[in-house]
Structure formats: structure tokens, C-alpha cells
């Protein structure tokens, strides 16, 4: 079986790119400045990963039909609220990502907030309106519940909050691992779970896609940490070894940088395996799970 990764890959961020268009209020849209605000960062060189992802799972799953896009979007919408509030002076204090100025440098503090949170907001209702009349009540609940678990209480904000209380205070294997699994790994691994729900999958499926999900969403987080200690992103926030400068809760801090690629490595052999049987369906989500440690040369942390 032969699979171009990048066709696909390609393929699908056009399809992504396209459907986000849609599903954001145009640039001109009163009050102006939040829409522009919002765009700025949800066009502004993301990878996709996690939309592609999604479409992936679904697709891996069995599921068919129009109706995974607008979750796919929802959750690349979330991703853009939290890159938002976690550059802002109050949290990372970041002047650049994906190489340009951060929202806040270009239209202040204030929008910069609201910004992120009509963002939140809208893909809670892009689920619930565009989505839910395609994939039905049942399925489009499940897979809200699920999103919002993951980025909530006990999910991305959770692990932010850790995220920052650990700055510059020594840290156990036990806290970066509360932190990355609910900063980053929550929300891929709810996209990988939503693609599975959303297909109408059984449960066998969907436990599959999140176990699928876990392995790739921390291997994604270690090798964030690792490219920091090593400078080698396509594109800088404000600089690599930012990461050691703030004294941050990392997996190199703790296990050292060799052991790190090797968890990281093994984590995506492990992601592999899980999907590995699923033939022709499975080789999307074998390939996307090597492109997370593979990320530098692929274009590094744009
Ligand atoms: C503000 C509630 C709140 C949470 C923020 C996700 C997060 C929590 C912060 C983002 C900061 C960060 C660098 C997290 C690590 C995860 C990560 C590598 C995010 C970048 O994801 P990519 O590589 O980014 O998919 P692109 O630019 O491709 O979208």
C-alpha cells in the first residue's frame, strides 16, 4: 500500500483553510476589530494538525459526510484562542508566533482577550449549528461534552494554570505530566476521540482513537520541549531555550533530552501500532503520528 503523506496533507489543510473562511464572520464584519483580530491569528500559518487529525480519525473510523468539518474547524478555533491568551503579557508575555507579532501586539491587550474568547465561543456554536443538524443530537452532545472536558477544569486550562505555578520552581515527573497531558495532550486526544464519535463508531473504535490520540498529543508536547532545548523551530516565538530561561516544567528538565526523544519515539511507535491494522483507512493516522516528531524539518513549530 503506497500513501503520499504530503498529497494528503495538502490536500486536506486546502479543505481546512476553505471551510475556516466560511465559518468565520468576514473580516469587515462590525464591530471590525475583533474580527480582524480573530482572523489575524486563525490565518496566520498554523500547521492544522489537529483539524486534519480529526477529518483522519473520522475517516479511520468509517465516518462519511460534510459533518466533521465544522467540529474539525471548532477545534482548530479553540487551538487559536488558547495560542491567543497563552502569548499575552499576563501568561508567556510572547512578542512573536509563527514568526510575526503576537494578537496583542498588533490590536492591544484588551481585543487580544476578546478575541480568544468570541473565538472559544464561536466553535462551541459552530458545533452545536453546523455540525449537530449533520451528525444528529446524540453524537453532536458527546462530542461537545468531550471537547469541552478536554479544554476546561480538569483540561487545557488546568494544565495552564499548573503550566505557570511551576515556573522556576523544581518540578517532578508527576506535575509535567499533569501539565502536558491536560495543556496539550487533552485537546488532540479529544480530536482524535470526536473523529471516532462522530463516524458512529462503536466504543471499541473510539477507545482506540483516543489511546491512538494520548500517545500522539504527549508526543507532540515532548517534542515541543525538545525543539526548545534545541532552537530548532521553522519559526521562533521569541526565541528557543525559552522554555529553561522561565525554569519551565519540561520533559528535558526531568528525563534529560536523550531519554526524551527515545519517550517520544516509542510513544509514536506505540500510536502507530495502535492503528496499524486498520489498513488502507490507518495510513492517514500512521503518517500525521510521524509527523509529530518529525515536525523540525516539516516546517518546525509553524
Ligand atoms: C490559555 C487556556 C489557555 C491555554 C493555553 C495550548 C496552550 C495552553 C498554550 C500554547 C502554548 C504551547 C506552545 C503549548 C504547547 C502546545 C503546542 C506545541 C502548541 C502549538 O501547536 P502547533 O504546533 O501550532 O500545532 P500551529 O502554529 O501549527 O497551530
Known amino acids: 500500500m503506497s500513501f503520499d503523506l504530503r498529497s494528503y496533507m495538502d490536500a486536506r489543510k486546502a479543505e481546512v483553510e476553505e471551510a475556516l473562511d466560511r465559518y468565520l464572520p468576514a473580516e469587515g464584519t462590525y464591530p471590525e ?27 479511520a473510523s468509517g465516518g462519511k459526510g460534510p459533518g466533521m468539518m465544522p467540529v474539525a474547524c471548532a477545534i482548530e478555533i479553540i487551538h487559536t ?18 514568526g510575526r507579532p503576537t494578537n496583542h501586539k498588533v490590536f492591544g491587550e484588551a481585543i487580544a482577550v476578546l478575541a480568544g474568547d468570541a473565538l472559544l465561543t464561536h466553535a462551541i456554536e459552530l458545533v452545536v449549528t453546523v455540525a449537530g443538524p449533520e451528525l444528529g443530537c446524540e453524537s453532536c452532545l458527546r462530542v461537545l461534552e468531550d471537547i469541552t472536558r478536554a479544554i476546561g477544569v480538569d483540561g487545557m486550562v488546568a494544565g495552564q494554570v499548573v503550566d505557570m505555578e511551576s515556573e522556576g520552581k523544581p518540578a517532578g515527573e508527576e506535575t509535567v505530566s499533569y501539565i502536558h497531558s491536560r495543556k496539550t495532550g487533552a485537546l488532540i486526544t479529544s480530536t482524535a476521540r470526536c473523529g471516532a464519535i462522530a463516524s458512529g463508531a462503536d466504543e471499541a473504535m473510539i477507545k482506540r482513537m483516543a489511546a491512538y490520540g494520548e500517545k500522539v498529543g504527549l508526543a507532540f508536547q515532548i517534542t515541543d520541549d525538545i525543539l526548545d532545548v534545541e532552537g530548532g523551530f521553522g519559526e521562533l516565538k521569541s526565541g528557543a531555550g525559552l522554555d529553561s530561561q522561565k525554569q519551565k516544567a519540561t520533559y528535558p528538565s526531568v528525563h534529560g533530552l536523550e531519554r526524551s526523544k527515545t519517550i517520544a519515539a516509542g510513544l509514536i511507535a506505540e500510536a502507530r501500532d495502535i492503528v496499524a491494522d486498520l489498513g488502507e483507512a490507518g495510513l492517514s493516522l500512521m503518517g500525521l503520528a510521524d509527523l509529530v516528531v518529525n515536525r523540525v524539518s516539516s516546517g518546525g513549530r509553524s
Open 33 to 59: 476589530s475583533l474580527h480582524k483580530a480573530m482572523r489575524y491569528s486563525v490565518f496566520s500559518g498554523g500547521k492544522r494538525f489537529r483539524p486534519i487529525l480529526c477529518l483522519a480519525s473520522f475517516g
Open 81 to 98: 484562542y488558547s495560542l491567543i491568551h497563552d502569548d499575552l503579557p499576563c501568561m508567556d508575555d510572547d512578542d512573536l508566533r509563527r
